[in-house]
Structure formats: C-alpha cells, structure tokens
C-alpha cells in the first residue's frame, strides 16, 4: 500500500518514454483484441444467434449513453493538471464514486421502459445486470488515470488484458451453457469488477473519506466534458437503438456487429496510442511549445497505418464474414465494407475531443459536437428507412459531414501546415493503395471473394503489408520512423533497428 501522506509525484513510477509508453498501450490493445475477437468468433457462429447479440446490443447501447458520465472527465481532469497532490486524488475519487452509483440507478431506471419500447421483456434484466457493473467503475477510474499521467502504461496493460480475459472467458462460458443474451450481460459485470480490483492493487488510490470540499475546479470541468462525452454518446450509441427500433433485432444484430468489427479493428491498429497521446501532448503545451508539428507527426502516423488497415478490412469483409462467422452472418459484409471506409475519413483528424481542450477550447469544442451529433442521428434516422445496407451508408455520409465540421476548427486550434497536411494525406494514400494491390489482384487472377480460402487470404495480407513497408520507404513516410522508434523499444528488438530511431 502507497504511504497516504506522501504526494502523488512521490508515489508515481518513473515516466517511460512516449514510444515506451505506445509499445504498451498497443501490446495491450493486441492481446485484448486477440481474446475479444476469437470470444466473438465463437459465440457468434456457435451459440448465440444475430437476433440474440441484437438484443443484448440495443441493452448496451441504452446503457452507454448515459454510462459515458461515468468517468465524469476525471481522466482528463487528472491528466492535464500541472499539479496534483492527495487531497485531489481523493476529490476526484469521491466524485467517481457519486457519478457511479447516479449512472448505475439511471440504467437501472431505463430497463422497463427500455423493454416495454422494444417489446422485448429480457431487455429489462439485461439492463439491471449491465446497470450493476457500473457500481465498479470508481475502483478504476481514478488509477488508471494516474497511470497514464505517470505514462505508465505497464499498469493499463495489465489491467486491461486481465479484463479482457475475464470478460471473452465469462461470455463464452455462459454462452455455452445456455445462457443467451445474459451471457453477454454477465461478461460485463466480470470485466468491470476484475478491472477495479487489478486497478487498485496496481494503483491504490480509494478514498480513506469522501471528500466534496474545494471540489469547484473538478465539477466545474467535469460539467462541461460530460455535456461533450453526452452528445458523443448519442452519436454513437443510437445507431443501435435507431435500427433496432425500425428494423427489428435481427438488423441491429447485423449492424452491430458490423460497426463492433470495425471499431475492433481500428482500435487493434491505433486505438490504444491514443490514450498516450493526451498526456504527451500535455507535457508539449506546459513546456511552451507549439502543437502544430507533433500534430501532423500523428496525422502521419493514423493516416499511414489505420488507412491500409481500414481500407482492407472493407476489401477483405466478405471472406472475413463468410470463413469466420458463418453463413447466418453474411449479410454483415457489405456493412462492414461501408462503416470501415467511413472510418477512413474519422481518423484523418485525429485527437478533435482531446487537443481542444488542452487549448482551453471546451466551449467551441461543445458547439460543434452538438452539431456533429445532430447530424449523426437524422442521417441515420432517414437512411434507416430504405434498409439496413442505407443505415450502414449513412455512415460515410456523416463522415464527410463531419471532417468538414472539424477541419478549419482544429486548424485554428493546432496550428498546423496546410501543405504538410496534404502531403501526408498524398503518402498514406499511396502507401495504402500498394497494401491493397496483392488482394485486389488475387480477387481479378485468382479467386474471387465468395471463393478465397483462408490461407489465400492470409497469403494475400501478408504480401500487403510487405508492399505497403516499401512503400512507406520509398514515399519516406513519416510513420516509417516512429514504427521503428517503437520497435526500438521492446526489448530484444532494439539491437536489430538502426540508431537513429533510437531516440525516446
């Protein structure tokens, strides 16, 4: 246990570096995947139906928006003060712990009305089992926000990949044994209790008392993040609850996981850096220095690993569909091809809800949010009504609706070159077109996607990402460096890549 008179600084590990920090927060987003992905594989195509996955979707997706109030913008908060002692880990500590518990009775409240819109009376203890797993939520919190403002990212890597097993081992267990939809349910609840536990040992922070005293600067930001967070949430969350009400449960079944796929995806390529780059940048902004040529390094690095990988996986989904869900499941692929290419354009502007509020810019941030939701929903409302292959469509439209949204707001913002903007938009788009050659052609001369077999498949990928290393080479995209700085830091690999990437 940590001395509770000592500060915070005394009692955070050492900060590793930001590429340090990358390697552990990729490793465990690959491993998290990796179990997540072979849990869905299995409960998909042996126990639990589209229709069954649908109604635990639409269950989770009424619980999301309103759960996104959970953190309460604590890990921000945390993050980007410049000081922070014990007194303030134990404000923010009592706040998690009140929105805890004020989330967990909100969901709970929605489970009947949820069930009697929806026609569906398992959605109503469906909703309470997922409602209790918020009551765990304040025991993680608070440490993982600590360690990531240390940039100890070994903690997140344990906590989560520990989660994640609990979570694909809960559900297919139950799965298997017939516990349909609850399956799902319960998995939640192990996640959330095995995150806080592993969290706090990792990380002691609980609150010896609860304490609202001074607590102005933490309510008065977390207010305002969560209005963010909120409408981020109905942006995201509704799709769900959209087609399921217009289409029955079988189409949000479909749709579900079509965009879980692709979210999945996405996150196994760069979703975990992302938790690295707030605090990093935190540190960039308190030493005075300008954001604008950090920002385009990590344009370059999303557009130049999450374009091939996106790009292919809407390539590649209907023989990823077919060879691994099953036939029951087809009808996922054109959606999944849809929503991943709608992803292209969502990452061109990377870190829209973290810079803006590093810059002081919450308010203007809000405006547009507000916005970006709005337009979210009423295209996918209208869409929805032609089928769920529109529903997925509107997803691209939206995409562009909202880079456009974006663009000059977080230009203002970062301050960034126009023209190196462009250039790297010229050198991942390249880059990603020479990864995609090898399973076009073997679509053309050699089997088609209905036919391909797995190892055609794999085959054809492995070949991708030779042509696309070459092709980062030859373009002398920025990204070639900062994959091999990170390799440079895992231990073993590090002899094998050359000096001058070797730099924190």
């Known amino acids: 246990m940590a001395d509770p008179q000592a500060t915070t600084e005394d009692r955070e590990p050492a900060a590793m570096s930001v590429r340090g920090a990358a390697v552990w927060a990729m490793a465990a987003q690959y491993l998290s995947f990796a179990i997540q992905f072979i849990a869905s594989v299995l409960i998909s ?13 639409i269950g989770l997706a009424t619980a999301l928006i309103v759960a996104v109030l959970q953190d309460f913008g604590l890990s921000r908060y945390i993050s980007g003060l410049t000081n922070l002692d014990e007194d303030e880990v134990a404000r923010c500590g009592s706040v998690a712990i009140l929105f805890s518990l004020l989330i967990a009775a909100i969901v709970a409240a929605t489970a009947w009305p949820m069930a009697a819109t929806y026609h569906e009376a398992r959605l109503a203890p469906i909703l309470l089992i997922i409602a209790s797993s918020y009551l765990f939520v304040p025991l993680s919190v608070v440490p993982m926000a600590l360690l990531a403002r240390s940039m100890q990212f070994r903690g997140h890597f344990a906590i989560n990949v520990t989660a994640a097993l609990v979570q694909g081992g809960t559900a297919v267990g139950l799965a298997a044994a017939g516990y349909s939809s609850f399956a799902l349910a319960w998995a939640t609840v192990a996640a959330a209790a095995t995150r806080g536990i592993v969290a706090q040992i990792i990380c002691p922070s609980w609150p010896r008392r609860l304490r609202f005293d001074g607590i102005r600067g933490v309510v008065g930001f977390g207010a305002r993040a969560s209005v963010l967070y909120l409408t981020g949430a109905l942006g995201t969350r509704t799709p769900d609850l959209i087609v399921g009400k217009t289409l029955g449960v079988t189409a949000v079944g479909l749709y579900s996981r079509a965009v879980s796929l692709s979210d999945q995806f996405r996150m196994l390529i760069s979703g975990a850096i992302g938790s ?6 935190a540190r960039i902004r308190d030493r005075g220095e300008p954001l604008g040529p950090a920002y385009l390094r990590v ?5 130049g690993v999450v374009w091939p990988g996106m790009m292919g996986l809407a390539l590649a989904s209907e023989p990823i569909i077919r060879l691994l869900y099953g036939p029951a499941w087809l009808h996922t692929a054109p ?5 991943a290419l709608a992803e292209v354009v969502l990452v061109a502007l990377p870190l829209v809800s973290d810079l803006p509020i590093l810059a002081g810019k919450l308010n ?4 547009r949010n507000l916005i970006d939701t709005a337009m979210s929903v009423i295209l996918l409302g209208v ?22 949204l974006y663009f000059r707001f977080m230009h203002r913002v970062v301050d960034f070159e126009l023209t190196g903007l462009l250039l790297i938009y010229l050198r991942s788009g390249l880059a990603s077109a020479a990864a995609l050659a090898p399973l076009a052609l073997t679509y053309v001369f050699w089997s088609g996607p209905q036919s391909i077999t797995l190892a055609v498949l794999a085959l054809a990928s492995a070949a991708g990402v030779v042509c696309w290393i070459i092709a980062l080479a030859l373009l002398r995209h920025p ?25 924190a």
């Open 45 to 57: 195509r042996l126990f639990l139906s589209p229709g069954e996955v649908g109604l635990f979707s």
């Open 276 to 281: 690295v780059f707030f605090p990093a940048f």
């Open 299 to 303: 344009c370059a690095g999303y557009s």
């Open 335 to 339: 959606l999944l091809a849809m929503i």
């Open 364 to 367: 203007a941030l809000l405006a």
């Open 383 to 404: 869409f929805s009504h032609w089928g769920v292959e529109a529903a997925a469509g509107s997803r691209i439209a939206y995409a562009l609706f909202w880079y456009a």
């Open 479 to 503: 990204v070639l460096a900062e994959i091999l700085g990170m390799a440079a830091a895992v231990p073993g690999v590090r002899s094998c890549v050359p000096a001058r990437f070797r730099a």
